[in-house]
């Protein structure tokens, strides 16, 4: 009988909706999931034989952590470098480390994304409260200042302008922040970019994605927009999953402008919520992707069986869950969250045509 020398599981760090959603698309394939979260009710905990509920700074439970997997993937980019180098000394991680740098930071993204030619925000790193007053008066009265590290879901950010400077009430630690120029753009649109060992880059057709309060409420396949911009966008992001030795999957934000320019938004080496349509609109989703690029599984032609609608259900909307279980064409996830709270992500659904 043939055994195969990769026989363990794949390691997850992190064990959010993300997490259980990567560990599903793995148990299809016959790929056991081992996750790593410090939350004792973390919703991959409901479908995982292993889980290591332990911190992320616990060296010794990571190395432990390692031993048993095959390689190491994770759901999330603010995971503490530390814990990254230390599960790297044993297994292999995807998509990637330099990606994951690069994705902490909002200043160190903007500068690589416009070192390779491609646009992004007009935007300034801030070293105190006068580079904020500055940059208003000199580009624009409505800007936007987020915290370099550490934000998501819109979290750490303040739209400012110069007649409401004193909302920064705060102390501006130099280098700890940047500010952008508020974008008026047309659209908002995502690609899920895909790279396998070999080199080979595909994408998936943009989607467009709709936010409130920095939140992403609703994404719809496919976006609106011409085929060149459509194209376009793809580009922008097989040129950054090229530059980044990723194996597996990035996913690019972008801002369509009105005279459908494309500039990046930000980047997110993992699958991403605007990408959970994939599951009911293609052959392979965004995590059947991930995980068959990480064991060097083939990744045929992505077919587009049809449109798809993704609502996400937060806190304050998440029993609406109820009603749409009984439509024919809505497909609910729920992702079994202990704790309901306000803008907090409980679960998504396809509806689907
Ligand atoms: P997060 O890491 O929280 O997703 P983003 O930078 O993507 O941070 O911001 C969240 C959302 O806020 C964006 O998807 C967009 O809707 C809005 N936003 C962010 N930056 C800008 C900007 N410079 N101009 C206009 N809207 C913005
Ligand atoms: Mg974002």
Redesign the pocket.
């Known amino acids: 009988m043939q055994r195969s020398n990769l026989n363990k599981y794949l390691g997850v760090i992190g064990g959010g909706q993300l997490g259980k959603m990567i560990g599903l698309a793995a148990a299809n394939l016959g790929i056991k999931s081992c996750f790593y979260d410090p939350d004792p009710d973390a919703p991959a905990k409901n479908i995982s034989t292993l889980f290591f509920n332990e911190k992320y700074d616990n060296k010794i439970k990571l190395l432990e952590f390692a031993n048993k997997c095959d390689f190491i993937t994770y759901e999330f980019e603010n995971i503490p470098m530390d814990c990254l180098k230390a599960v790297r000394k044993k297994k292999k991680i995807y998509p990637g480390i330099k990606a994951l740098q690069i994705s902490q930071d909002r200043h160190l993204e903007k500068s690589f994304i416009t070192n390779l030619g491609i646009k992004v925000?007009k935007y300034e790193n801030i070293k105190n409260f006068y580079d904020i007053e500055n940059f208003l008066k000199k580009n624009t009265k409505k800007g936007?200042l987020?915290t370099r590290k550490l934000?998501?879901?819109?979290?750490g950010?303040v739209r400012i302008e110069l007649s409401n400077l004193q909302k920064i009430n705060f102390h501006i630690k130099p280098n700890n922040y940047i500010i952008?120029?508020?974008?008026r753009?047309k659209k908002?649109i995502s690609v899920i970019a895909i790279r396998e060992k070999n080199g080979r880059i595909k994408t998936f057709e943009p989607s467009e994605n709709y936010?409130k309060h920095?939140i992403l409420r609703k994404t719809i396949f496919p976006a609106s927009i011409s085929k060149n911009c459509a194209s376009k966008a793809k580009k922008i992001a097989e040129k950054i999953i090229d530059s980044l030795d990723i194996v597996g999957i990035l996913a690019i934000?972008m801002f369509v402008l009105k005279d459908e320019d494309i500039i990046v938004?930000?980047i997110a080496p993992r699958p991403h919520n605007s990408g959970h349509w994939t599951i009911d609109g293609c052959n392979l989703s965004q995590f059947d992707v991930l995980v068959r690029t990480i064991y060097n599984m083939p990744i045929p032609k992505i077919i587009y069986k049809r449109k798809c609608k993704m609502i996400n259900l937060l806190g304050e909307n998440f029993n609406e869950y109820k009603k749409y279980l009984s439509k024919k064409n809505h497909r609910v996830y729920i992702y079994g969250k202990t704790k309901i709270k306000k803008e907090r992500k409980m679960g998504h659904v396809n509806i689907i045509d």
């Open positions: 925000v936007i987020k934000g998501y879901d819109g979290k950010q952008e120029e508020l974008v753009f908002e936010h920095g934000e938004n930000e």
